[in-house]
């Protein structure tokens, strides 16, 4: 039996949100019940991947569980609160459904030295929210990831505010390459 490092079943806030300038961004998933905040450090593809995972479960979902409600249009506060105090970083993530309670989980697990080994020392926890929270932390997750530098339309690299290398440019520095 799992012995789970949190388990905030259901958050009443769940968001991802970054800390820092762009291309030194730090990625969070943070969920919060009652007045326990928990924050976690996850990398730029597990938001991502966690949107797209999010997107996959609630049409699994909606199709074999219909609601017996008529969802209406929620905003959720998705800003980070502060302070942001990550309790560990995540390797792995995780996604399910709780039908008899109508809420959906993402599970986290510390990435460890040996991530690979069950049976690791490496803390796990869970996050617990409605199909609505879900799905607005899918859009936000979406935004944030691609909120970040520039992309350059030579090489597909991201752009600092200085310029980049950009080996199709033939070694000549690209600044302008977005105006």
Not at 19 to 29: A, D, E, M, S
Not at 40 to 47: D, R, S, T, Y
Not at 151 to 177: K, Y
Request: charged share 25%.
């Amino acid at each position: 039996m799992t012995s789970y490092a949190f388990d905030l079943k259901p958050c009443s806030r769940l968001t991802v949100g970054t800390v820092g300038p762009p291309g030194q961004r730090t990625f969070y998933l943070q969920g919060m019940k009652d007045r326990n905040v928990i924050s976690l450090v996850i990398e730029k593809e597990h938001a991502r991947a966690l949107a797209e995972g999010i997107d996959e479960l609630l049409k699994e979902v909606q199709e074999q569980y219909p609601p017996d409600y008529i969802a209406e249009e929620t905003k959720f506060n998705m800003d980070l609160l502060d302070p942001v105090s990550a309790e560990f970083r995540v390797g792995r993530l995780g996604l399910g459904y709780d039908a008899d309670e109508d809420l959906l989980v993402v599970f986290v697990q510390e990435i460890g030295e040996e991530e690979e080994s069950p049976e690791s020392d490496a803390m796990v926890g869970r996050f617990w929210a409605s199909r609505e929270q879900m799905g607005a932390l899918s859009r936000h997750a979406k935004k944030i990831a691609a909120a970040g530098r520039p992309i350059c339309a030579l090489c597909g690299e991201p752009i600092d505010p200085d310029g980049h290398f950009c080996p199709p440019s033939n070694g000549h520095q690209v600044t302008n390459i977005l105006q």
